[in-house]
């Protein structure tokens, strides 16, 4: 089958240009390169050229993928599957450990390729994470720190050391069951078992879910605050959570916030989760954004002068997802406007220049403030803007009117107009008691410098 794409390759990929309108740019950057690499138990497996394509395998799976399992149906009357590597990646492993990770990502297919503990950078604002992440990886029998809570805000790395701590397990413990799994699939599992319940009249469907998610040595969740608030899938969750805990298994979990801050959380598990490791991850320094740059330049035939770097590490400054997102732009930006020349920083600048505003500040509003405030609190933007008075609305709503007062040209009758009050007085006794309460509650005072920190991020 392999020799039968291969010789019918031509066939397919000129198939996919003409069916599904690839312009010639387009087609002679990302197609015409791929180069099939071997075919095993139905799986393809083709090779992107990185010295000619740049870092492109999510963007050429995304985009390609199923036209791709589409023309070679057509032209071979074969369905296969299609997993896409770096020709670099596969040559310099060298065959027996290539073949030993494709074996292991078939096993355990919710591993990410290249997530592992060498190639996360550590620096200042995520060590003790990593520390933390290695000493569980390395004595995964739930007595290092259990649960481990890793949060930050997206893109600072959280998933990246889950993937890193299940991929170290996997290959030290291989008696040790791992399942790792985003709070969404775990819901829609959830919800998919419910369903099947209540067609067939039963509850093998539940009872399947809970030994998918129960009968394992060690539990990693990821991004558990859109399980908050969804009652079925909380209510599963944490009696997973619970039967695993108290079974001594090691659980590994991720949010964007901190147990404290997580308003619509039942005490006990707030108490349990902190009871383990809770660590933040901090966005990352000049340093360590030039590390990163650095690293995946070093994964890339591409060079890109120390200026380039420097520019794109002083502009980008959210999250290490932005910043190599920006790295591949400028990449891709100049093969497609500037093919075999070198890439210079004025290339680097018009690559970005939708991406980077270095010297426009955030334009912050009183909408934009109810938005993060009702993040921060896990409320609905419509809740603070109502006429409820209950206590998990009044704290918020008199931080969105402080900082509509501090943060905005807008009068206390404005605020009053914009978060649906009746007066401005209203807002006056907002303002005057976050003032006075600041001084004496820390708590209080450290959620707002977070909120501040939100908004201008």
Not at 152 to 159: A, C, D, I
Not at 253 to 275: A, G, T
Not at 384 to 403: A, F
Request: proline residues 3%; aromatic residues 8%; contains cysteine.
């Amino acid at each position: 089958m392999e020799n039968q794409i291969k010789d019918k390759w031509n066939e397919i990929i000129t198939y996919l240009r003409d069916e599904y309108l690839i312009n010639g740019v387009l087609f002679r950057t990302w197609i015409e390169p791929l180069e099939v690499i071997s075919y095993e138990n139905d799986v393809l497996e083709i090779a992107i050229d990185q010295s000619k394509q740049g870092d492109i395998l999510n963007l050429i799976d995304k985009k390609y993928k199923i036209p791709l399992k589409v023309a070679i149906e057509v032209k071979t009357g074969k369905e296969v599957d299609i997993k896409f590597i770096y020709k670099s990646e596969a040559e310099s492993k060298g065959v027996s450990s290539y073949n030993k990770e494709v074996s292991l990502m078939e096993k355990y297919p919710f591993l990410k390729s290249g997530h592992s503990f060498d190639s996360f950078i550590v620096s200042n604002s995520n060590n003790i994470a990593h520390a933390a992440a290695v000493a569980v990886a390395e004595n995964p029998n739930g007595q290092a720190y259990n649960p481990l809570f890793l949060y930050s805000g997206p893109g600072l790395g959280k998933t990246h050391l889950m993937h890193s701590i299940a991929r170290y397990i996997i290959e030290n413990n291989p008696d040790y069951t791992v399942n790792y799994t985003t709070s969404e699939d775990f819901m829609n599992s959830v919800v998919e078992a419910i369903r099947t319940n209540k067609q067939k009249g039963d509850t093998a469907a539940t009872s399947n879910l809970r030994k998918k998610y129960r009968n394992v040595d060690v539990l990693l969740i990821d991004d558990i605050q859109f399980i908050i608030g969804k009652e079925s899938t909380q209510i599963e969750f944490f009696n997973t959570f619970e039967a695993l805990y108290q079974a001594g298994k090691q659980l590994v979990i991720s949010s964007d916030k901190p147990p404290s801050e997580m308003e619509q959380l039942d005490m006990r598990y707030r108490s349990r989760f902190n009871s383990g490791m809770p660590v933040d991850i901090q966005p990352p320094d000049y340093e360590t954004s030039i590390a990163i740059l650095r690293n995946k330049q070093e994964q890339s035939d591409i060079i890109l002068d120390d200026t380039i770097l420097s520019y794109i590490a002083s502009n980008i400054k959210s999250n290490i997802r932005d910043l190599e997102g920006a790295y591949n732009k400028v990449v891709l930006f100049a093969k497609l406007t500037n093919p075999n020349q070198k890439i210079t920083l004025e290339v680097a600048e018009r690559a970005l220049k939708d991406f980077i505003s270095p010297d426009e500040k955030i334009n912050i509003t009183a909408e934009y403030i109810i938005e993060i405030v009702a993040d921060h609190f896990n409320l609905e933007k419509d809740s603070l803007l109502s006429e409820k008075k209950t206590q998990n609305l009044s704290l918020p709503r008199q931080i969105c009117m402080y900082l509509c007062n501090e943060l905005t040209n807008l009068t206390q009758k404005e605020i009053a107009l914009k978060l649906k009050r009746k007066n401005h007085t209203t807002v006056i006794h907002a303002v005057n008691k976050i003032k006075e309460d600041i001084n004496v509650d820390k708590e209080l005072e450290n959620q707002i410098h977070i909120i501040k920190k939100k908004l201008n991020s």
